[in-house]
DNA sequence: TATTGTTATACTCTATAACTATA
DNA sequence: TATAGTTATAGAGTATAACAATA
């Protein structure tokens, strides 16, 4: 174990590292640092697309679901809708989405991809797809697939 | 551009459910709504205990490893030291923690839990152990051991 | 009366720079 | 010169209340 020359019980916590055995046997804790590895490669890498995680699922979103509300995205992606105000009044602000008068509804606005807004995507996903395969490198592709099911059972 | 009612593949966002296939083909994204699951599980049942999630991850590590230093902590959790102080300090104005002088370092402190935190830390494991349970109820055992694995292998 | 989108705001979380005391 | 712990502070992220326009 960790001991180095006197005592055992005591002061164990003088080795560099310390025991996490309890904190590993979590889903929540392996869930987190989990999600926090790939979270650190998407900020490096999407950085050049000036794309946040969020900001990211919204234009994907909206590339497969033209003219989606803020509500539905809301919904979707679990954002409280005075939180989505700002990331889409700058996106619109980048031209990357238009904002139109919702055809069945007066009070929704309908969001849709400008052109510069679906190319921005289609280099986005690529660009995802590839920092997530190697950010989940030590996986097989029948283990991504398999964390995939088993993180969805969690949540859906 | 978006013809409301005649065609089908321009304004699909009419249904309230979006298409979120993209998104859930990505471990980041499934990683990260599976950790939010578990997350609101863990705020509901352990607010009980007064406990936030890495208030819990720095009482059972001292647990476990009595004597260990802010720093040391730090680094096992990824928190940065400036923003570890407050909770040591509410954690020792809590009586749950001493911080005694560091035997070989005097710059260091060494953290150790009071009887008193000794005896919350096991309540709080065995919470944290059936809220776990119950959050990956759908789960197997054996799928929770390979979920946990496979979770591993991305930031281990 | 309920819902969409919005403003304003507060609270929490995370990050950076700089200081002190020890090594 | 480098490290452990701390202070102060700034910036994200997340939350609630309240309002206007529309249903």
New interface residues.
């Given amino acids: 174990m960790a001991t180095p020359r006197t005592r055992k019980t005591?002061?164990?916590?003088?080795s560099?590292?310390?025991?996490?055995?309890?904190?590993?046997?979590?889903?929540?804790?392996?869930?987190?640092?989990?999600?926090?590895?790939?979270?650190t490669v998407?900020a490096e890498r999407m950085a050049a697309y000036g794309l946040k995680?969020v900001d990211f699922?919204v234009l994907?979103?909206l590339?497969?679901?033209?003219?989606?509300?803020s509500r539905?995205?809301c919904a979707?992606l679990?954002i409280l809708p005075p939180n989505l105000v700002s990331l889409v009044a700058a996106m619109d602000g980048r031209g990357l989405i238009e904002r139109?008068p919702h055809?069945?509804d007066g009070r929704a606005v309908?969001l849709?991809l400008t052109a510069a807004g679906r190319k921005l995507v289609r280099e986005a996903?690529e660009a995802?797809v590839q920092l997530?395969l190697d950010?989940?490198a030590?996986?097989s592709a029948r283990?991504?697939e398999?964390?995939?099911g088993?993180?969805?059972?969690?949540?859906r």
């Fill in positions: 005591e002061s164990p916590a003088r560099e590292q310390l025991d996490t055995r309890v904190l590993e046997n979590l889903v929540g804790y392996n869930a987190r640092r989990g999600w926090l590895a790939i979270s998407f995680q699922s994907s979103l590339a497969h679901n033209p003219g989606a509300t539905q995205l979707t679990d139109r055809p069945h309908g849709h996903e995802v997530e950010a989940s030590r996986l283990e991504r398999t964390l995939i088993l993180l969805q059972k969690l949540y």
